[in-house]
């Protein structure tokens, strides 16, 4: 697991959550369907390379809404990563995924379910970052642009 979001108790405890999604994992990562019904649940999937996506809902919810949550969640992660939806690169980018979930769901809440909104505000949230809370790259990369654009004038 690189990320997981529950938004009610019906898993409490880490240990029961990872049984779930271990359990999730062992019925779909074998099959091509995108949909499945597990324990009283609606799981949609998707996968890509060596990532597993999964959007989880209760039985009555409704799966193409579900769908168009993973398909938001999925092409926004793709725009983000430039194409690239692998380990390693979602790994480097996790503050991206955290971003994009947040604004896609709040508290089991669908909000947006375009992923051309939620990348463009994924990117205005990334550009108002402080500076204590920005990692090294980000600062000499915005040292960059700063010297290069002074450079220009």
């Given at each position: 697991?690189?990320?997981?979001?529950?938004?009610?108790?019906?898993?409490?405890?880490?240990?029961?959550?990872?049984?779930?999604?271990?359990?999730?994992?062992?019925?779909?990562?074998?099959?091509?369907?995108?949909?499945?019904?597990?324990?009283?649940?609606?799981?949609v999937?998707?996968?890509?390379?060596?990532?597993?996506?999964?959007?989880?809902?209760?039985?009555?919810?409704?799966?193409?809404?579900?769908?168009?949550?993973?398909?938001?969640?999925?092409?926004?992660?793709?725009?983000?990563?430039?194409?690239n939806?692998?380990?390693?690169?979602?790994?480097?980018?996790?503050?991206?995924?955290?971003?994009?979930?947040?604004?896609?769901?709040?508290?089991g809440?669908?909000?947006?379910?375009?992923?051309?909104?939620?990348?463009?505000?994924?990117?205005?949230?990334?550009?108002?970052?402080?500076?204590?809370?920005?990692?090294?790259?980000?600062?000499?990369?915005?040292?960059?642009?700063?010297?290069?654009?002074?450079?220009?004038?």
């Amino acid at each position: 697991r690189l990320f997981a979001k529950y938004y009610d108790e019906t898993y409490p405890t880490v240990k029961e959550q990872k049984a779930f999604e271990k359990n999730i994992f062992n019925k779909t990562h074998r099959t091509d369907s995108e949909i499945a019904l597990l324990e009283g649940l609606t799981v949609v999937y998707k996968s890509s390379i060596d990532l597993y996506f999964y959007v989880i809902g209760s039985s009555h919810e409704n799966e193409l809404m579900l769908m168009a949550v993973l398909n938001c969640l999925f092409d926004s992660l793709s725009q983000m990563l430039r194409k690239n939806v692998e380990k390693r690169t979602l790994l480097e980018n996790m503050e991206g995924l955290f971003l994009a979930v947040d604004e896609i769901i709040d508290g089991g809440v669908i909000l947006e379910s375009d992923p051309q909104q939620v990348v463009h505000r994924v990117a205005l949230r990334g550009d108002d970052v402080p500076l204590t809370e920005q990692t090294v790259s980000q600062v000499l990369q915005s040292a960059k642009e700063q010297i290069k654009w002074s450079l220009l004038r």
